[in-house]
């Protein structure tokens, strides 16, 4: 099988979790869903001969799951730093400034205390990969993206939005 077609595969089970993901309103099992679909775009990452994208998920799939437990700034910041030299370490050019840009955002969320945080944290993060995907022509990976992105809205929508809305049109 060839990578890509293997790697699409692969990004197909990272968009069925997430797209599940998203809509839960519990936070640590919205971040260990995210830690299972980071494993997975990982390799699909890898197998673009994407390194940089590659282990900065695999990364964030352990990452993920220490911030259930805690939620240190410190661990933020180191995980911050682990993120920075692989990026610097695999540095390709555009595609990974742009992957470590959007982990900083995902970082700084995943080790919030604060759900409506991590939902906008997420959507900003997302954002970036949806642009990285794109330049990088992974169609799964753009769509996994999109649905992201928009899953994360709606999410936002859902729990902090639309109760506001129901208050106001009721005065």
Avoid at 15 to 20: A, G
Avoid at 25 to 50: E, M, P, T, V, W
Avoid at 75 to 103: E, H, K, N, R
Wanted: net charge positive; hydrophobic share 50%; charged share 10%.
């Amino acid at each position: 099988m060839p990578d890509f077609l293997l790697s699409q595969i692969l990004v197909t089970f990272t968009l069925i979790i997430e797209c599940f993901a998203m809509q839960l309103k519990d936070k640590d099992r919205i971040l260990a869903l995210l830690s299972l679909s980071c494993l997975f775009n990982g390799l699909h990452y890898l197998l673009l001969d994407q390194p940089t994208a590659g282990y900065i998920f695999l990364f964030s799939s352990i990452r993920f799951l220490l911030s259930i437990k805690w939620k240190f700034q410190w661990m933020a910041a180191a995980s911050l730093c682990v993120s920075l030299f692989i990026t610097i370490y695999t540095y390709t050019g555009l595609l990974s400034i742009l992957g470590f840009i959007a982990t900083v955002f995902i970082t700084t969320g995943s080790f919030s205390k604060n759900d409506k945080f991590l939902r906008l944290m997420m959507i900003l993060g997302g954002s970036l990969w949806l642009t990285h995907n794109a330049i990088l022509w992974s169609p799964v990976g753009i769509l996994v993206e999109v649905i992201f992105v928009g899953s994360g809205a709606i999410g936002y929508y859902r729990y902090y939005l639309a109760g506001k809305l129901k208050m106001s049109q009721q005065d």
